[in-house]
């Protein structure tokens, strides 16, 4: 079964840091890319960033750009996102999720968690 | 860049059949996918590729994709269809990007 859990979630002030990571199991991690999804309290989901199977291509949303840095550790199985410069408008519910090989949908998420940025 | 918009609600009584709409331009040359979010939960793939639907989707639910509009169907709507719906596609013009609709909430009335 696949299995995608996020962890590092919390409160922190405007202009903090914060780190979360994706632990996956349940398939072969190296052949997959992975994704971050949020969502704002009451809103939709915004696609944030994404990393190939290998790490060597990453995407950023424009709105994180220059203050998020995703990376992966094939070797752990994991996936994380360095968040720096935190804003009010970063408070959301944070997911990753698999990126399918075809189609570019995601196929598979984790349960998600909340980041809140406040003072 | 690429919009694509969706009703902010749709209400249908049970039993019937609920049609939620994305629309977004030429969309018809793109591949859409959609979401299912259930209050507190996280999103789960109910069509992709259009019309495709994963292993563990009811045949209730159905797909379709032209011109400006993509379409999810879903048919003989039940109280446990009641959930938030998002479209999705990949956009990979000048900058590459997965976008998403604004969602839909699906009330059985």
């Known amino acids: 079964e696949v299995q995608l859990v996020e962890s590092g979630g919390g409160l922190v002030q405007p202009g903090g840091s914060l780190r979360l990571s994706c632990a996956a199991s349940?398939?072969?991690?190296?052949?997959?890319?992975i994704h971050w999804v949020r969502q704002a309290p009451g809103k939709g989901l915004e696609w944030v960033s994404r990393i190939s199977s290998s790490g060597s291509s990453i995407y950023y949303s424009d709105s994180v750009k220059g203050r998020f840095t995703i990376s992966r550790d094939n070797a752990r199985d994991s996936v994380s996102v360095q968040m720096n410069s935190l804003r009010a408008e970063d408070t959301a519910v944070y997911y990753c999720?698999?990126?399918?090989?075809?189609?570019?949908?995601?196929?598979?998420w984790g349960q998600g968690t909340l980041v809140t940025v406040s003072s | 860049s690429y919009v694509l918009t969706q009703p902010p609600s749709v209400s249908v009584p049970p039993g019937k059949t609920a049609t939620i709409t994305c629309a977004g331009n030429?969309?018809?040359?793109?591949?859409v996918h959609w979401y299912q979010q259930k209050p507190g939960q996280a999103p789960v793939v109910v069509i992709y590729y259009d019309d495709d639907r994963p292993s563990g989707i009811p045949e209730r639910f159905s797909g379709s994709n032209a011109g400006n509009t993509a379409t999810l169907t879903i048919s003989r709507v039940e109280a446990g269809d009641e959930a938030d719906y998002y479209c999705?596609?990949?956009?990979?013009?000048?900058?590459?990007?997965?976008?998403f609709g604004g969602g839909t909430k699906l009330t059985v009335l």
């Open positions: 030429n969309i018809g040359s793109k591949s």
């Open positions: 999705q596609v990949w956009n990979n013009y000048g900058h590459q990007n997965w976008i």
């Open positions: 349940g398939f072969t991690f190296e052949n997959y890319e």
């Open positions: 999720a698999r990126g399918s090989n075809i189609y570019y949908y995601f196929d598979h």
